[in-house]
């Protein structure tokens, strides 16, 4: 699967499991990395976790499963 398409289907799959607004952004940290971050939207919160997505689809990609990974990323 493409990074895109990887990234398109957890977006999706977290806006379900979550009920919750996802954003996907670019980030360049400080250091030249860019990255990209996914964010959890709650509307009654006033901070929202961000999750950077490319150590996971390296994990995807190696063979991990998928419904494993969207766990991960809820913990």
């Known amino acids: 699967m493409q990074k895109e398409n ?3 289907l957890v977006s ?3 806006k379900d499991v979550t ?5 996907i ?9 860019k990255l990209t971050s996914l964010t959890i939207l709650r509307k009654d919160r006033n901070t929202h ?3 950077y997505l490319e150590s996971f689809y390296e994990r995807y990609e190696n063979g991990e499963d998928f419904d ?3 766990k ?3 913990l």
Request: charge should be positive; aromatic fraction near 4%.
């Open 25 to 33: 952004k670019p980030v360049t940290k400080n250091n030249g990395v």
């Open 49 to 51: 976790p961000t999750i």
């Open 72 to 74: 991960l990323m809820l």
């Open 12 to 14: 999706e799959r977290l």
């Open 19 to 23: 009920g919750c607004e996802i954003t």
């Open 6 to 8: 990887f990234i398109n």
């Open 68 to 70: 494993k990974l969207i």
